[in-house]
C-alpha cells in the first residue's frame, strides 16, 4: 500500500466520524431547536397517565335478579408539591374524617412506593359521594388535591357472600407476577370474583395527557396517539335462585353447616349456603380490612366456606352407594334378606335401631339399617372373587370414587376441597400390611370411619342418584357476558359404574323413607310433603367435635327431578330432627314457591343449634 | 526517575484531559437521572451515583496501573488475553445469569461483570497482533479468513449470549480493514449490508427490497461478470437511498418508508436494464427472468414472515434488535427519548430540572439512554458540546494511531477508534431516533463499571503504547 493511499484513508475514516456525528448534531439540532412538536409551551412538561378504570361485570342470578352491581366512590389524589397550607381540621371537618386522620394520610403518603412529590399520589381512599361532592364545592381553595372516581361493588342482596366472593387491592406479589395489575387496582381475591377476575374485570384503559408545572391539563399527548380506551368487564349470570338462597340462609340462621341444592339434569347450582355467614357489603369500602380482621378471629369461621371446604363424613346416607356396588358387584340382591337384632355382632360389633325384621334392600335403606349394611359391605370387600381385602377395597374405591368422592368435582370456585375415599395404602399405613380385614374397617359400611365429603359432593351423590347413574359437574356461572356457552367440562356427563337399573331400587328405599304408612319404619317422615314426592336418606354423622351432625339428602320429584339438595346441620344430633325438615321446606320453596307448613318453618327458624360444640351426645 | 519523566512528557494530555473531561460530565449525568428529592447527597452510595463514583475510581486506578506497566505485555500477551476472554466468554454462555433475557453477566462476588465488554480489548490487541505481523498483507483469502475470524469469532459468542448489541459492535473493526487495505467497495457494500439487515428486521416489508437489491446484484455479477460495476451501481443505490432516509428523518419529507427503499432500486434496476440492453446479449432476457423470481420471493418471504413463522419466531427476530426490551413498544420508548432530547431546547432546561427522565418516561435513563438527560438538561449546546468532544477524541485517537511507528499500535489504534465510534454513534443516534434501539452504552457516560473500564483500558493502552513509541530507541 502506497503512502498516499495510506495517507487516503486516515482521511477517509476521519471524514466518516466526522461526517456520522455532524448528522447526528444536524438532527439535533432539528429536534431540539427548530422543530416545536418537541416543546410545550411550559418549561417543566411532564405527562400525566389517567388510568380509565373499567366498569366491573355485573352478577345475576338465574332468574335475571341483580345480586351484584357497583357504586361510585372516590379516591383523593395529591400532588405535595402544589399543596398550600390550610386549616388541617377545617379539611378534616370537610372530609368527615378527624384530623388524626388526616396527620397519618400525609405521612404515609411518603412511604408509598414510587413517591414523588411533583406525580398525583392517592392520598384517601373510597370516600363516598356525599362527602366528595361537598369537597369538590371547596376544591378550588386546596390546590394540589383532586378527586378521581373509583368503583367498588354494591351488593343488591345481603346474601350469597361466600360464593360470591369479595375484591380487594392487589397485593405485591400479583403485580410482581402480572403486568396487568398495578398498585391500587382491584382485582377478585375469592368465590366467583376470583375464578372470573379475567371476565369480570373488564380492560383498563389509559388517558396520557400533557400537563404543565402547575398539573393543570393542557390537552393530550400527540393527540391521543397512545391512548386506550376501557373495556367493560362482562357481566355474569348465574344459576343461583337468589329468592331459594335467601331462604337457605334465613333457615340456617343460628346454625352451622351447610345447605348445597343442584339441578340434576344440568348441574346447575341453584343454591349453596354456608353459615355462619357475613354480608357481603362488610368487605366493601374503607372499613372493609377492620371488618375482615373481626370476621376472620370469630371463632365461628363465618369467612370459611362449608359447602365446599368442610370435610364431614357422610354417615347412613352413604348406605345409598354401598347398596348400589352391592347390587352391581352381585353380592346382595334386592330381595335378600338379613335380620337385624339391634345390631351387629361380629368383631367390636356396630348397634342398630329398633325395627322389624328380616328386611330386603329397600326395606334397609328406608329404615337406615346398620346390620343390613355391614352384612354388605363386608360380603363386597370379602367377595373371594377378588382375592383379598385389598382388592376388594379397591374395587369399592373404584365404584365410589365414579359418585364423585375422593377428589375435586370442578366447580368454578377456588379452593375447592376433594374429600377422602380411604385407600388400601392409607391402611397399610394407618395398621400394617396384611393387619387389617373388612371387619377392621366395618364403619365404612355406615359411612363413618376415615370416609370424608364436602357438602357439595353430598349434594353431587343425591343429584346423580336422582339421575340414575350420572352427573354434570356442578357450576354456577351459566353465561358470560353475550356468549351463552361456558366451560365444555360443564357439559359433559360423568357416568358412574353402577348400571341404571339397580338405582330404581336405592330411590324405592328412599322414597319409603320419606313417604311410607305412619308406622312403615320411614326415618325422614318429617320431610313428607303431600303433592311433591320427595326420595330423601337421613344420615347422623358422629364426630369428634361433639354431637352428632345431623345430615339429610334428598331429591324430588321422583319421576322428574328438579332438584337435589345436601342438608348438614354441624353437632344438631338425628338427620331426621334438622336436617331433613330444612331440605323438606328448601324443595317445597324452590317447587311450589310457598310453605305450606308454617309451623314447620317456625320450628327451623326458632332453633339454636350454635351452643352444642363440644358437648357430647 | 527518568523513564517516568519520560512518561509523562510523551503522554499525550489533550486525551487524558478530554476522557477525565467526559467521564466526570458522564458521573453528573447520571446524578442528575437518577437524582430525586429524597437522596440527594451526592456520596449516597446505595444509588447509582454513589456506586458510579466508586467505578470511576477504579477506572482512574485502571489507568494509572496501565501508564506504569510495561508497554510490551500488551502486544506479548495479545493471544494469551484473547484465549482468557474466549474461555470467559464461553463461561457466561454457561453460568452466566440472565438480564434482560440475554446472558451476558457473570456474577462476581457481590457484582456483575460483562465479558462481553472487555472482550473488545482483547479482540483488537489480538487482531492487531495478527495483522502487523512483519509479513502480513491482507490481499489473499486466507488473510481475510485468519483475521476475519480473530475480529468477529468473538462477535459470534456474544450473539449466542442473545446479545446483539454487543456482537454487532465488532462489525464496525471493518474500519481495520479498510484501513489495512480492504478495497474501499468492500467497506462500502459491508455499511450497505449492516444497514440493509438491520433496516430489513426492524421493518419486515423491506425484505422485499434487500431482495430484489441482492438478485439484481447476482444478475449483474454473474451475467455480467463486472463486480466493480455493481459496486458502483449499489453505491449510486445506496446514496439515493441514504439521501432520502435521512432527509426524511431529518426535514421530515412525507415519504412513506417503503418508497426509500423501492425508489433507488427502480433507480438501479433501471441503469441495469440500461447497461444491459448495451451489452446486446440475452441479458434482457435474464433480467426479466430475475426480475420476476425475485417478485415472487419478496412477496413470499412477507408471507413466510406473517403466516409460517408463529409468533415466538418473529418475536425472537425482533428480540435480536432489542425491540422486546421495550416494554411498551418500539414507537413509544424512542418518541419519549426524542421528547426528552427536544424539550431541552437550545439551552437545555438547566442542571437537575429535567422532568421527561426524571419520572421514568425514558426507560434505562442512565444507562443506554443516558443521552436523553444530557439533550433535556443541558439543550442543544450541551449536547453539542458533549459530541464535539467524542469527535476531538475520536480524530485526536486517529492521528495518535496513524503517528505510530510499530504496526501493532497503529492497527490496535484504529480498532479502538471503530469501536468507540460505534458505540457513539449508535447510542446517540438511537436516542435521537436515527437508528433502531440496540443496547449498548454510551462509553464513559452511561452507569455501569464494565463498560467504563473497559472504554478506560482501550484508550489507556493505546496512550501507553503512544508513549512508548520511541521506547525501541532508549
Known amino acids: 500500500m502506497s503512502l498516499k493511499l495510506q495517507t487516503d484513508r486516515h482521511f477517509v475514516v476521519s471524514g466518516i466520524v466526522v461526517l456520522v456525528l455532524l448528522t447526528i448534531v444536524i438532527k439535533l439540532f432539528y429536534i431540539q431547536v427548530i422543530d416545536s412538536r418537541y416543546k410545550f409551551s411550559a418549561q417543566n412538561n411532564v405527562l400525566r397517565y389517567v388510568t380509565q378504570y373499567p366498569v366491573r361485570g355485573l352478577i345475576y342470578d338465574r332468574n335475571g335478579k341483580l345480586l351484584v352491581s357497583n357504586k361510585v366512590v372516590y379516591d383523593l389524589l395529591v400532588v405535595k408539591r402544589l399543596v398550600k397550607s390550610f386549616d388541617t381540621t377545617e379539611f378534616a371537618n370537610l372530609l368527615d374524617i378527624s384530623t388524626d386522620q388526616v396527620r397519618e394520610a400525609f405521612t404515609s403518603l411518603k412511604k408509598q412506593r414510587g413517591y414523588s412529590s411533583r406525580k398525583a399520589m392517592v392520598l384517601l381512599k373510597q370516600l363516598p359521594v356525599d362527602v366528595c361532592n361537598r369537597f369538590r364545592e371547596q376544591l378550588f381553595r386546596y390546590p394540589g388535591f383532586e378527586l378521581q372516581p373509583r368503583t367498588v361493588r354494591k351488593y343488591e342482596r345481603h346474601i350469597a357472600a361466600h360464593m360470591l366472593g369479595y375484591v380487594g387491592e392487589v397485593d405485591e406479589n400479583t403485580i410482581n407476577n402480572n403486568s396487568y395489575y398495578q398498585l391500587g387496582d382491584y382485582i377478585g381475591i375469592s368465590g366467583l370474583e376470583k375464578t372470573y377476575e379475567k371476565e369480570l374485570r373488564g380492560k383498563k384503559g389509559v ?154 334392600l329397600t326395606e334397609a335403606i328406608e329404615m337406615s339399617c346398620n346390620t343390613y349394611f355391614c352384612h354388605v359391605f363386608r360380603n363386597i370387600i370379602d367377595n373371594p372373587e377378588y382375592g383379598s381385602v385389598e382388592e376388594g377395597l379397591n374395587v369399592w374405591r373404584k365404584h365410589v370414587e365414579s359418585f364423585g368422592y375422593g377428589h375435586k368435582l370442578g366447580i368454578d370456585l377456588p379452593n375447592e376441597l376433594g374429600g377422602i375415599v380411604p385407600s388400601t395404602s392409607f391402611y397399610d399405613k394407618y395398621f400394617r400390611k396384611g393387619g387389617w380385614s373388612s371387619l377392621t374397617i366395618i364403619s365404612l359400611a355406615i359411612g363413618q370411619g376415615e370416609l370424608s365429603a364436602t357438602p357439595l359432593q353430598m349434594a353431587n351423590l343425591v343429584s346423580t342418584i336422582a339421575n340414575r347413574g350420572y352427573y354434570l359437574t356442578p357450576h354456577i356461572v351459566k353465561s358470560i357476558g353475550d356468549s351463552l356457552s361456558i366451560d365444555e367440562k360443564f357439559s359433559q356427563m360423568h357416568r358412574t359404574t353402577i348400571d341404571s337399573v339397580w338405582y330404581n331400587y336405592v330411590i324405592e328405599g328412599m322414597d319409603m323413607a ?104 | 526517575m527518568e523513564r517516568r519523566s519520560k512518561l509523562l512528557s510523551n503522554l499525550d494530555w489533550t486525551t487524558v484531559f478530554i476522557y477525565i473531561l467526559l467521564v466526570l460530565m458522564g458521573w453528573l449525568n447520571i446524578y442528575a437521572a437518577v437524582y430525586s428529592d429524597e437522596h440527594s447527597s451526592i456520596f449516597d452510595f446505595s444509588q447509582r451515583y454513589g456506586k458510579q463514583l466508586i467505578w470511576i475510581g477504579f477506572a482512574f486506578l485502571l489507568a494509572i496501573i496501565v501508564l506504569f506497566s510495561d508497554a510490551r505485555i500488551y502486544s506479548g500477551f495479545a493471544y494469551v488475553f484473547y484465549i482468557l476472554i474466549i474461555l470467559a466468554l464461553f463461561a457466561t454462555l454457561m453460568f452466566g445469569k440472565v438480564v434482560n433475557a440475554s446472558k451476558s453477566w457473570i456474577q462476581v462476588g457481590s ?56 456482537a454487532l459492535v465488532f462489525g464496525s473493526l471493518i474500519i481495520v480493514f479498510f484501513r489495512e487495505g480492504l478495497p474501499g467497495w468492500l467497506l462500502a457494500f459491508f455499511a450497505f449490508l449492516v444497514m440493509l439487515f438491520i433496516f430489513t428486521l426492524v421493518f419486515s416489508t423491506s425484505a422485499i427490497m434487500v431482495t430484489l437489491l441482492l438478485l439484481a446484484g447476482i444478475v449483474f455479477v ?147 439512554f443516558i443521552f436523553c438527560t444530557v439533550g433535556e438538561e443541558w439543550g442543544f449546546i450541551g449536547s453539542f458540546v458533549v459530541i464535539l468532544l467524542f469527535a476531538i477524541l475520536l480524530l485526536r485517537l486517529l492521528k495518535i494511531a496513524e503517528r505510530q511507528r510499530e504496526t501493532f499500535s497503529r492497527i490496535y489504534g484504529y480498532g479502538v477508534v471503530s469501536i468507540m465510534f460505534f458505540h457513539v454513534a449508535i447510542n446517540i443516534g438511537m436516542t435521537i431516533g436515527l437508528v433502531p434501539v440496540i443496547g449498548i452504552p454510551l462509553p464513559f457516560f452511561s452507569y455501569g463499571g464494565s463498560s467504563l473500564w473497559s472504554f478506560t483500558l482501550m484508550v489507556f493502552i493505546l496512550l501507553k503504547l503512544d508513549s512508548d513509541r520511541y521506547g525501541a530507541l532508549g
Open chain 1, 514 to 617: 320419606v313417604n311410607c304408612e305412619p308406622g312403615g319404619g320411614g326415618t325422614a317422615r318429617i320431610a313428607a310433603l303431600p303433592n311433591i314426592r320427595i326420595c330423601g336418606k337421613t344420615g347422623t354423622s358422629q364426630n369428634p367435635h361433639g354431637k352428632d351432625h345431623s345430615v339429610f339428602f334428598a331429591f324430588a320429584p321422583k319421576d322428574d327431578p328438579k332438584i337435589a339438595i345436601s342438608v348438614y346441620v354441624e353437632n344438631a344430633g338425628f338427620g331426621a330432627t334438622w336436617a331433613a325438615p330444612i331440605a323438606s321446606l328448601m324443595i317445597e320453596k324452590y317447587l311450589t314457591d310457598s310453605i305450606s307448613r308454617p309451623y314447620l318453618e317456625n320450628y327451623i327458624l326458632q332453633a339454636n343449634l350454635l351452643n352444642r360444640r363440644g358437648k357430647t351426645k
Open chain 1, 207 to 360: 388517558n396520557i395527557y400533557m400537563v404543565d408545572v402547575h398539573n393543570r391539563i393542557k390537552g393530550p399527548y400527540e393527540n391521543g396517539k397512545f391512548d386506550s380506551v376501557a373495556v367493560e368487564g362482562k357481566n355474569l349470570e348465574t344459576t343461583i335462585d337468589a329468592d331459594l338462597q335467601e331462604y337457605g340462609e334465613k333457615l340456617m340462621v343460628n346454625k352451622i353447616g351447610s345447605i348445597v341444592a343442584i339441578d340434576p339434569k344440568t348441574g346447575e347450582v341453584l343454591a349453596m349456603v354456608t353459615s355462619p355467614s357475613y354480608d357481603p357489603s362488610l368487605l366493601v369500602g374503607r372499613e372493609r380490612a377492620q371488618n375482615f380482621m373481626q370476621l376472620q378471629t370469630d371463632s365461628l369461621k363465618p369467612i370459611f366456606n362449608r359447602s365446599i371446604m368442610a370435610l364431614y363424613p357422610p354417615g347412613s346416607t352413604f348406605k345409598v352407594v354401598n347398596a348400589l356396588i352391592g347390587l352391581q358387584e352381585g353380592i346382595v340382591h334386592p330381595y335378600t334378606q338379613y335380620s337385624c337384632a339391634g345390631g351387629y355382632t361380629v368383631g367390636r360389633g356396630v348397634g342398630c335401631h329398633i325395627h322389624r325384621s328380616p328386611i330386603n
Open chain 2, 111 to 166: 457484582f456483575a461483570i460483562q465479558p462481553a465488554e472487555f472482550a473488545k480489548i482483547a479482540t483488537i490487541l489480538a487482531l492487531a497482533k495478527v495483522m502487523g505481523r512483519y509479513n502480513f498483507k491482507l490481499n489473499s483469502f486466507k488473510s481475510y479468513v485468519v483475521a476475519g475470524f480473530i475480529a468477529f469469532f468473538p462477535a459470534l459468542i456474544i450473539l449466542m449470549q442473545n446479545d446483539m448489541g454487543s
Open chain 2, 222 to 368: 454473474v451475467i455480467g461478470g463486472k463486480l466493480k460495476a455493481y459496486a458502483r451501481l449499489l453505491g449510486i443505490v445506496l446514496g439515493v437511498g441514504v439521501v432520502l432516509y435521512f432527509g426524511s428523518q431529518i426535514f421530515s419529507w412525507k415519504i412513506p418508508f417503503n418508497y426509500i427503499f423501492i425508489i433507488p432500486i427502480l433507480v438501479g434496476v433501471l441503469a441495469a436494464l440500461i447497461k444491459a440492453i448495451a451489452s446486446r446479449s440475452r441479458i434482457v432476457f435474464y433480467s426479466a427472468l430475475f426480475l420476476l423470481v425475485s417478485v415472487g420471493l419478496s412477496l413470499s418471504t412477507d408471507y413466510v414472515f406473517e403466516h409460517v413463522l408463529d409468533v415466538h419466531h418473529q418475536k425472537r427476530i425482533n428480540d435480536l434488535l432489542g425491540i422486546e426490551s421495550d416494554p411498551l413498544g418500539w414507537g413509544y420508548n424512542v418518541n419519549q427519548s426524542k421528547i426528552a432530547i427536544g424539550s431541552g431546547g437550545f439551552l437545555g432546561k438547566g442542571y437537575l430540572q429535567g422532568t421527561q427522565t426524571k419520572f421514568n418516561f425514558v426507560p434505562e435513563q442512565s444507562t443506554d
